[in-house]
T-cell receptor
């Protein structure tokens, strides 16, 4: 069981570029969650997806951020026109059920905007 | 009021002592509760889950839940230097569709 796979581990983007973060859930997990962690802060919920559906995007900034979880392939978190304030660790988690179980987190993508 | 609150610490404990971490939450309909450990620069790791009032023990860890007081705690017995990390409290609210995390408590175990 390979666990939750995220790539890349580190991503450097210049201001104004696009960042694409990928997440493959654990085998058998159909629920994917994205969280953002700023330095010295807790995890902030961004979005919850199932295959081909966004279930809850209440934590997503209204502009520049989008997420998808297609029928085939990994979940993608896309940040357009990045700004320095987007620099953070982005964690993906997955679970087999939405309510009862804790989540397994991937190793994260550390985005640095220069 | 934050949805999930923790004392940020640092909580400094001598090796071999008991570390006591506290967490309060605002959503009275919350269903499930978790403690994660996060080492610096690493991802959160699930160490305890608790769903009903009372205590739950797993090795050196004990989680305690009091839904009436909306309070969750974690005890770490015989603390080791390797327990030095940030401990995150997470709550699955009444809607049951996401975990909300507290800001974390940093624990330092001194040899």
């Amino acid at each position: 069981n390979a666990g939750v796979m995220q790539n890349p581990r580190h991503l450097v983007r210049r201001r104004g570029q696009e960042a694409r973060l990928r997440c493959s859930p654990m085998k058998g997990h159909s629920h994917v969650y994205w969280y953002r962690q700023l330095p010295e802060e807790g995890l902030k919920f961004m979005v919850y997806l199932q295959k081909e559906n966004i279930i809850d995007e209440s934590g997503m900034p209204k502009e520049r951020f989008s997420a998808e979880f297609p029928k085939e392939g990994p979940s993608i978190l896309r940040i357009q026109q990045v700004v320095r304030g987007d620099s953070a660790a982005y964690f993906c988690a997955s679970s087999p059920t939405p309510s009862r179980d804790g989540y397994t987190f991937g190793s994260g993508t550390r985005l640095t905007v220069v | 009021q934050k949805e999930v609150e923790q004392n940020s610490g640092p909580l400094s404990v001598p090796e071999g002592a008991i570390a006591s971490l506290n967490c309060t939450y605002s959503d009275r309909g919350s269903q499930s509760f978790f403690w994660y450990r996060q080492y610096s620069g690493k991802s959160p790791e699930l160490i305890m889950s608790i769903y009903s009032n009372g205590d739950k023990e797993d090795g050196r860890f004990t989680a305690q839940l009091n839904k009436a007081s909306q309070y969750v705690s974690l005890l770490i017995r015989d603390s080791q230097p390797s327990d030095s990390a940030t401990y995150l409290c997470a709550v699955n609210g009444a809607a049951g569709n996401k975990l909300t995390f507290g800001g974390g408590t940093r624990v330092l175990v001194k040899p």
